[in-house]
């Protein structure tokens, strides 16, 4: 599949026996967020217990594995690498023991001027065991000027650059902090009244749904700058920079990553989806029998279509949930294969009728067009494609994997005509980056990163050094004159 990937997800609880066994629950719900390597440390106060591994949640964890996990804090990390490769070493919550004691490190997200940070710590004869831009954090945190560890995560994170939700833990305290831009979300959640053994427990998710499952309710969202430190003195919040920048927070949780029942940048992720469909069919109307939804993160924006449109909602496309992370293919190659796989078509809402397809975003164009071949074969008279999203035209350096100009679809092509084309559709029709916000939807522009739609950064990428291609960065996106 060609859509973006999810990024990654933590999960964090302090104050509680078998804190780990929470985590691995608060994972499976975070699960869609990272399915390439998964994590957990945890601490009864003494040592750092850790079980990391490649895969799922459910394939890698097992009884032997949760009960080795003692302690009363655990934070845990679903991953699919956007920085660092997708090996065993890269795997997280990342450990170290430094000269602030030993600690834990779990992140979302991606740290753009990590390599820059890296060269220079190198320097000074660190060494490095991942490529992962996360183990600059343990790096710098060991070299933070103050002793005190609260203070040395504060001043540690003031000097990165680009988006982190992160979770810091050590044998006694458990931090959570937003980048100050708050590009990704993070939720804090509490299970009884108050902190510690007796009765209380405190949890942080990145995703708040996945509160529902440890029972912890909803307290607020982590903001954006802000660091909670929680150990037996109780629970501070400060703050990373002095003075606030400009919130940025990425308006693709809302159009994707999350799940439909997650609220998160104060924002219900549902009524959002809802209400861009709405637009979405008052944007581009035309007649059709059905809309049916590309299941499932389109589903939500389908149904607001549907109803703003008139046009019945019918599920023409129904989704596997069963398919595993290998599959074995004939000898004999069978078309678009993974996409058969992945979704079956209804005939009966298909052959002979007019259908809009809803998707709620198009990057790279391929899966697009196989779901499209695979439709055509089912006999239908027109199908339309409506995208709940504006063309991605540029690349993302803040966590989400489209990271060069070439692989996007709206780039390859210079009209709507041609790219309708490309894909094997009669029309194609997307919101614009002006109506993601307001009106129908609860989001307001001024928070939100959306410079993949408009290419406006709210960082410097001058600094932006990943896989070395910097100058290569520098020239398509700014030209060499750009300094900031």
């Not at 833990?169 to 980048?179: E, F, G, Y």
């Not at 449109?309 to 949930?321: D, K, Q, T």
Request: glycine share 8%; proline share 5%; net charge neutral.
């Amino acid at each position: 599949m060609d859509k973006p990937k999810e990024e990654c997800g933590i999960f964090g609880v302090y104050g509680i026996n078998e804190a780990a066994n929470y985590v691995y629950l608060g994972l499976n719900f975070l699960q869609h967020r990272g399915q390439e390597s998964c994590g957990i440390v945890s601490t009864e106060g003494i040592s750092l217990y850790k079980q990391v591994g490649v895969g799922k949640i459910s394939e890698f964890f097992d009884d032997e594995k949760l009960n080795y996990l003692k302690g009363f804090r655990a934070i845990g990390h679903v991953r699919y690498s956007t920085t660092g490769s997708p090996t065993l070493v890269n795997a997280q919550p990342i450990t170290g023991s430094t000269s602030k004691g030993a600690l834990a490190i779990a992140h979302n997200g991606n740290i753009t001027n990590a390599n820059l940070i890296r060269n220079e710590l190198l320097k000074k004869g660190e060494v490095f065991h991942s490529t992962s831009d996360s183990e600059v954090v343990v790096h710098l945190i060991s070299h933070a000027p103050s002793e005190n560890l609260v203070k040395a995560v504060q001043w540690a994170l003031s000097k990165l650059e680009g988006s982190f939700a992160l979770l810091v833990m050590t044998k006694d305290t458990l931090i959570a902090a937003r980048d100050p831009m708050g590009f990704r979300p993070l939720s804090m959640g509490k299970i009884g009244d108050t902190i510690g053994d007796i009765g209380g427990t405190i949890a942080f998710s990145s995703e708040d749904s996945a509160f529902s499952i440890i029972e912890a309710k909803k307290m607020r969202e982590v903001e954006p700058n802000e660091m909670i430190v929680i150990n037996e003195e109780g629970v501070r919040s400060l703050q990373i920079l002095p003075e606030k920048p400009k919130t940025n927070q990425c308006v693709f949780e809302l159009i994707y990553f999350a799940k439909p029942s997650s609220n998160l940048f104060h924002t219900s992720v549902y009524e959002y989806r809802f209400g861009i469909g709405k637009k979405l069919a008052r944007l581009h109307p035309v007649d059709a029998d059905y809309v049916v939804p590309i299941p499932d993160s389109g589903i939500v924006s389908a149904i607001g279509y549907s109803m703003e449109s008139g046009i019945p909602l019918a599920l023409g496309l129904i989704r596997s949930h069963y398919i595993g992370r290998t599959f074995i293919e004939p000898s004999q190659k069978i078309r678009d294969f993974g996409v058969k796989m992945k979704f079956i078509p209804v005939r009966e809402i298909i052959e002979n009728k007019r259908i809009i397809l809803i998707d709620d975003s198009v990057v790279r164009g391929t899966t697009s067009r196989k779901i499209v071949k695979m439709v055509r074969d089912f006999g239908p008279v027109k199908v339309h494609m409506r995208v709940a999203s504006p063309p991605v035209r540029y690349p993302c350096f803040y966590g989400i994997d489209f990271s060069t100009y070439e692989e996007l679809l709206a780039n390859k092509f210079a009209t709507m005509e041609e790219i309708a084309k490309y894909i094997g559709v009669e029309s194609i029709g997307y919101l614009t980056p002006e109506t993601l916000f307001g009106n129908d939807t609860s989001a307001v522009s001024g928070d939100f990163c959306a410079a993949c739609f408009h290419g406006e950064y709210p960082t410097p990428l001058n600094q932006f050094s990943k896989d070395g291609f910097e100058q290569e960065i520098k020239q398509k996106y700014f030209g060499y004159s750009r300094n900031s």
